[in-house]
């Protein structure tokens, strides 16, 4: 399984990133920067690769452990990161360029209110995996080295 430290390093740079893309951008003077575009794209990167991790090492492992309880925890973390996926790359898809590296905002109300609500589904799942996913894989894994003890 993947190292929590990871994990966590992974979440701590996705809510920086987040938290000053957010701060950035409710200035509209702001969105057209080279510096929020940067942030705008890394942040992008970090979260799919994130989101990869989780679904690949976490939940695809937790898919073959033998409890039906774990597998259904492992399916609905994978079905909730499926509809992030899509909510995220519909988001992307309006409000950037990725060819040209840049924000495409035609609408700044919109524009914002979008923003917000994508970072806040994003932080809320970062939650859910610390407040439920992380422990349930800790209390496996402990398990598994009383068995082999």
Known sequence: MVAFEQLHAQNHKI?????????????????DTDV???????????VREHMEVVDRD????????????????????????TEIKRIFSAYVKQWCSEKRHSLTISDYASFLQDTEQMFAL????????????????????????????
């Open 122 to 149: 994003v932080m809320d799942r970062l939650q859910r995996e610390t407040e439920h996913l992380y422990p349930l894989i800790r209390k496996l894994e402990e398990k598994q080295r009383q068995v082999a003890a």
């Open 36 to 46: 929020a575009c940067d942030i705008f794209f890394n942040l992008t990167n970090h």
């Open 58 to 81: 976490l939940c695809g492992k937790l898919l073959s452990y033998p409890d039906q309880s774990v597998k259904n925890t492992a399916n609905r973390f994978l079905s909730g990161s």
């Open 15 to 31: 809510t920086e990133l987040s938290n000053v893309f957010l701060y950035l951008v409710r200035d509209r003077s702001m969105c």
